[in-house]
């Protein structure tokens, strides 16, 4: 892929944090009909947020009904001791956070032994240039756009530099990661995260609130 054509790659991940957990199967199936690329799906542990969310079987679940590759986000610590797992349980990508990972390149190297396209996320305070000597073995590169942990938060602006920044690193490396943005996105911002490089857009609470989710992906998609 060209970086031509990753900067006009336009992707929406729809998060299932913010489905009906009683209708999961009714909500993946809408995902599955509408132009949603990616199904995102958070695990966080209690310790490395502090909200708990998801596990195995969840994700097991969404892959059984889900035909949409399910884009997986460990917010957990010790990640590594569960990479094969949730490989396993039917993830096409592996996202890990910066923060989480002592040894990130190690990391890196199993997620893509096991099949996984490679993420790494960084949290607001975390500068991009941190990613520097890893991003050439990135395919994708998560910005947090919200402290991590829970839903609903409001989008911080520095977003927009950090997605900048990720961009001019990626260019100036090669590296062929996309750029993903989660946390607060909504068609306020949808438009000016892909204006400045944003490839990939996580949306939950702007899609699963929305009278039409589907109609909603679609806007955020061509925003």
């Known amino acids: 892929m060209t970086n031509d054509k990753m900067t006009n790659t336009r992707l929406i991940s729809p998060s299932i944090l913010s489905a009906d957990f009683g209708n999961l199967q009714r909500d993946i199936e809408m995902l599955n009909q509408s132009e949603a690329d990616w199904i995102h799906v958070d695990i966080m542990d209690g310790q490395f947020v502090p909200n708990i969310s998801f596990g195995f079987p969840v994700a097991e679940v969404a892959k059984k009904h889900a035909t949409k590759p ?6 957990i610590v010790e990640p590594d001791r569960y990479l094969k797992r949730f490989a396993d349980a039917g993830a096409s990508g592996l996202t890990v956070q910066l923060e989480a990972c002592p040894n990130l390149h190690r990391t ?16 607001p305070h975390s500068p991009v240039s941190l990613l520097e000597d890893i991003i050439t073995e990135l395919d994708l590169v998560l910005v947090m756009s919200v402290n991590p942990g829970f839903g609903g938060q409001k989008f911080i602006e520095n977003t927009y530099k950090k997605v900048a920044d990720a961009r001019n690193l990626i260019e100036k490396r090669n590296s062929k990661a996309l750029i993903e943005i989660d946390g607060g996105v909504d068609m306020n911002n949808a438009g000016k995260l892909f204006s400045a490089g944003a490839n990939v857009l996580v949306a939950g609470s702007s899609v699963f609130a929305a009278s039409s989710p589907s109609q909603m992906i679609s806007s955020l998609k061509h925003a």
């Open 70 to 75: 399910l884009d997986v986000h460990l917010m």
């Open 108 to 123: 890196v190297q199993v997620i893509k032994e096991s099949g996984c396209r490679a993420g790494v996320a960084i949290n």
